[in-house]
């Protein structure tokens, strides 16, 4: 079994050994029992690329979003409707890993930043266009970014590996944050932002 994503209406998407990407109804039964009533499937069965069962992300809009296996393939997907549509295939150079897919945000104007294994993170606008890399954020097997989280004020937050958190400020400033800024670990699964800032 692979990655899990539970969505508003008791929908539940699981991402399976065998590449496929399966959806359920997620009932509730007396006695405070769940049950799992299955609703749809994305495979390769139903006309769908084979699909990495360790990540997959749902943007605003209702697309799911999943690397294919085996080819360096982004597949966008909409998952609105009962029938799922495929919408775009986004390719990228050959050599690109994308089967270690490890964060995509969507931040207010409509792009999405994609994190993923061993490269530089990727901005795609609303249209799905990639329209820049971002040279100066880390992105080799020793300082992957795991986590992208923007703030309030509009910067854009990095979790890495082994560097610690790194800040893209509005004005497109970059500023890294390790063990000498306070830090008790410069490896960074996760963001989350409180009341007063950004939390890890």
Known sequence: MGTVKILPGNQLWLGTDDGSLVNYFIEERPGGNLRLRFRRLISTATGFPR????????????RLWYAENGAPRLHVVDISAEKPRLVKSLPFDPGARLSNGREVME???????FAYENNNVLIFNAEL?????????????????????RDKDGGVWFGTTN????????????????????????????IVEGADRPRW
């Open 51 to 62: 699909a990495m069962s360790i990540w997959m992300f749902v943007d605003s809009k209702g």
């Open 107 to 113: 931040d207010p104007d409509g792009n999405f930043w």
């Open 129 to 149: 266009k990639l329209e820049r890399t971002l040279e100066n954020i880390p992105g080799n097997k020793e300082e992957d970014v795991n986590c992208i989280h």
């Open 163 to 190: 560097l610690g958190l790194i800040r893209l400020t509005p004005d497109g400033r970059t500023v890294r944050i390790g063990k000498a800024e306070g830090l008790v670990s410069t490896r960074i699964s996760h």
